[in-house]
């Protein structure tokens, strides 16, 4: 073996190596934002079975904006709050890229910039049509640095 194959071996070793620790080792923040989303899919789905025995879809909704902002406080960045509520389970929207739409009013800009999360609720086909959505808004139109505001609620679509 030559010299230049031997040092190759060995860089090639070593990348294999910190690859290997990587994967073993995810970042603390990774694993935060996992732990994040697994925490609020278990109070979600807490709250949805309390909802559920209580029946309190009768009249629409049922808030749950103060348990997840627990885990997505207003000022925390998209990226993250988008994170964590797919570690939840969640489908998340794509960023609106017309923030002309919706009129003359900036809160109604605002609304329809939103970035949306949903998850469907159902466990079967005798529990069917409940779905957990989530509302980041942003500051302006298209601002998709810091989450404005938020809310959320489980409502069944059948009602």
Not at 70 to 95: D, M, W
Not at 107 to 112: A, G
Not at 145 to 151: E, L, R
Request: overall charge positive; charged content about 20%; some cysteine.
């Amino acid at each position: 073996m030559t010299r230049s194959t031997r040092q190759g071996l060995r860089t090639l070793a070593f990348i294999i190596g910190i690859s290997v620790f990587a994967i073993a080792f995810p970042k603390s923040q990774d694993l935060d934002v996992a732990q994040r989303g697994a925490s609020l899919r278990r109070e979600i789905n807490a709250a949805y079975a309390d909802a559920k025995s209580r029946n309190a879809f009768v009249h629409g909704g049922y808030d749950v904006t103060s348990i997840v902002s627990k885990y997505i406080p207003a000022g925390t960045t998209f990226n993250e709050a988008e994170q964590v509520l797919r570690a939840a389970g969640c489908r998340v929207s794509a960023h609106s890229a017309d923030f002309t739409r919706g009129g003359d009013s900036i809160d109604e800009r605002i609304r329809l910039s939103s970035v949306v999360a949903t998850r469907d609720m159902s466990r079967g086909i005798w529990d069917m049509g409940y779905s957990w959505a989530v509302s980041l808004s942003p500051n302006q139109p298209g601002d998709y640095d810091v989450v404005a505001k938020m809310s959320s609620s489980i409502v069944h679509i059948m009602s």
